[in-house]
Nanobody, 124 residues
Framework: QVQLVESGGGLVQAGGSLRLSCAAS????????LGWFRQAPGKEREFVAA????????YYADSVQGRFTISRDNAKNTVWLQMNSLKPEDTAVYYC?????????????????WGQGTQVTVSS
């Protein structure tokens, strides 16, 4: 069982930055691939970024490539999402997720454990 707790969301102006954190309870944190997803009101949950167990592989949605960076520290059981050059269309609830696999996926069904989400609002 893995518990994930996100933090770091908030209100920011367009062009600004936020850093989301996700703390995990798993004793074997390093054996999980991790991902960030988001869901805007009235829209499907969508993939944002993912990282492999060793951080050697990262994947990004085209919409955030070059603006967002995912990273992890297995010693701290934490994964981060650095979000720069934020746009109003980035407004959503952001979820951290863990997959019981070493390599990351881009589809939500590949992830077993989910956090409660943190709201990110970007004003224009």
């Amino acid at each position: 069982q893995v518990q994930l707790v996100e933090s770091g969301g908030g209100l920011v102006q367009a062009g600004g930055s936020l850093r989301l954190s996700c703390a995990a309870s798993a004793r074997t944190f390093s054996s999980y691939a991790l991902g960030w997803f988001r869901q805007a009101p009235g829209k499907e949950r969508e993939f944002v970024a993912a990282i492999s167990w060793s951080a050697g592989l990262t994947y990004y949605a085209d919409s955030v490539q070059g603006r967002f960076t995912i990273s992890r520290d297995n010693a701290k059981n934490t994964v981060w999402l650095q979000m720069n050059s934020l746009k109003p269309e980035d407004t959503a609830v952001y979820y951290c997720a863990a997959a019981n696999t070493l390599l990351p996926g881009k589809r939500s069904f590949e992830y077993t454990y989910w956090g409660q989400g943190t709201q990110v609002t970007v004003s224009s």
